[in-house]
């Protein structure tokens, strides 16, 4: 069984600061992709950042320039530092790893607040 658990989240002010972590344990096969996706009451879930087995990543558009993704392979954990926070980024942010397998292990969400 795997197990995705995430922390960081809290309540922040706009312009500010905040980083979340995410860890798989469990009997994974080898990850793949590691990612942060998010969701806001009324809003579909959407991507936030993707970081690959190769170090590469991939962001929304809205988060481009203000998130960063990184990855320890060793540990099986995934950060995302998000900087000049807005109240768009109000959302529950929410971890998936995937496998070489193909399959997907989602993490249970943290809020974000964003509010002055």
């Known amino acids: 069984q795997v197990r995705v658990v995430e922390s960081g989240g809290g309540l922040v002010q706009p312009g500010g600061s905040l980083r979340l972590s995410c860890t798989a344990s469990?009997?994974?096969?080898?990850?793949?992709?590691m990612g942060w996706y998010r969701q806001a009451p009324g809003r579909q879930r959407e991507l936030v950042a993707t970081?690959?087995?190769?170090?590469?990543?991939n962001y929304g558009d809205s988060v481009k320039g203000r998130f960063t993704i990184s990855r320890d392979n060793a540990k099986n954990t995934v950060y995302l530092q998000m900087n000049s926070l807005t109240p768009y980024d109000t959302a529950v942010y929410f971890c998936?790893?995937?496998?070489?397998?193909?399959?997907?292990?989602w993490g249970q969400g943290t809020q974000v607040t964003v509010s002055s």
């Open positions: 998936r790893i995937s496998s070489n397998l193909g399959d997907n292990y």
């Open positions: 469990g009997s994974i096969f080898s990850i793949s992709a």
């Open positions: 970081i690959f087995s190769g170090s590469s990543t």
